[in-house]
């Protein structure tokens, strides 16, 4: 079953953005802080659990920054600069077994602040 959610992106130390992971997803891998997940960078990005015994080439560990269980990861500097998205910005999070991260077009920023 395909779920599409909206996420925003938010400001992770210094310089890092990142962005929350749907409880339901992370229940179905059993993924918990610090577990490690396999991103592919697209135009897209696309968040993978990674199997026992795979290498990966780009892994990013979940991160727990509340008491609220809620995971999140951060994301590639470089491909939120190709997009022009910074702190604040929507993007779509589609789970159809893996994770997929769309940007929203520009018009869509506008609609949903």
């Known amino acids: 079953m395909v779920r599409v959610f909206q996420r925003s992106l938010h400001r992770h130390g210094r310089r890092g953005v990142s962005i929350t992971l749907p409880s339901a997803w992370l229940e ?3 993924l918990k802080p610090r ?3 396999e991103v592919i960078v697209k135009d897209e990005l696309v ?3 990674v199997p026992k015994g795979d290498t990966p080439a780009l892994l990013r560990s979940l991160i727990s920054r509340n008491a609220q269980r ?3 990861i951060t994301v590639p500097v470089w491909w939120l ?3 022009g998205l910074k702190p604040g910005d929507k993007v779509e999070v589609v789970a159809n077994g893996e994770l997929t991260v769309r940007p929203l077009p ?3 920023q506008r609609e949903v602040r």
Do not use: C, F, P, T
Request: charged share 50%; aromatic share 6%.
């Open 28 to 30: 179905r891998y059993g």
């Open 35 to 37: 577990d490690k997940v």
């Open 47 to 49: 968040i993978r659990a």
């Open 70 to 72: 809620e995971l999140r």
């Open 81 to 83: 600069r190709l997009h």
């Open 106 to 108: 520009r018009e869509g």
